[in-house]
């Protein structure tokens, strides 16, 4: 069983910048991003391999939103930058084997409790 937990968001104004990180309490290989905006279903964000050699990101964060990965911290953060109000949503992190598709949120059998990102206009 691994325990995630997410910490970082926040309020900010559009264009701004925020940094989400996620501890989780052992060893992970994919981790990834996914984010749920009210009424609205859960949406992948981005994802990363436990080497980091391998990102994955949604075409709506797609040069916006940078992920990585500290393995000696069992850290994955989420560099979130140009941010717009379509951006607000409670942020999930969610770990998985490395079978599956990084997008599917099925895959994923870990995950946080969530944190949540508000973009002021």
């Known amino acids: 069983q691994v325990q995630l937990v997410e910490s970082g968001g926040g309020l900010v104004q559009a264009g701004g910048s925020l940094r989400l990180s996620c501890a989780a309490s052992?060893?992970?290989?994919?981790m990834g991003w996914f984010r749920q905006a009210p009424g609205k279903e859960r949406e992948f964000a981005a994802a990363?391999?436990?080497?980091?050699?391998?990102?994955y990101y949604a075409d709506s964060v797609k040069g916006r939103f940078t992920i990585s990965r500290d393995n000696a911290k069992n850290t994955v953060y989420l560099q979130m930058n140009s941010l717009k109000p379509e951006d607000t949503a409670i942020y999930y992190c969610?770990?998985?084997?490395?079978?599956?598709?990084?997008?599917?949120?099925?895959?994923?059998?870990?995950w946080g409790q969530g944190t949540q990102v508000t973009v002021a206009s």
């Open positions: 990363i391999t436990w080497s980091g050699g391998s990102t």
């Open positions: 052992g060893r992970t290989y994919v």
């Open positions: 969610a770990a998985k084997g490395p079978l599956g598709k990084n997008s599917d949120s099925k895959e994923y059998d870990y």
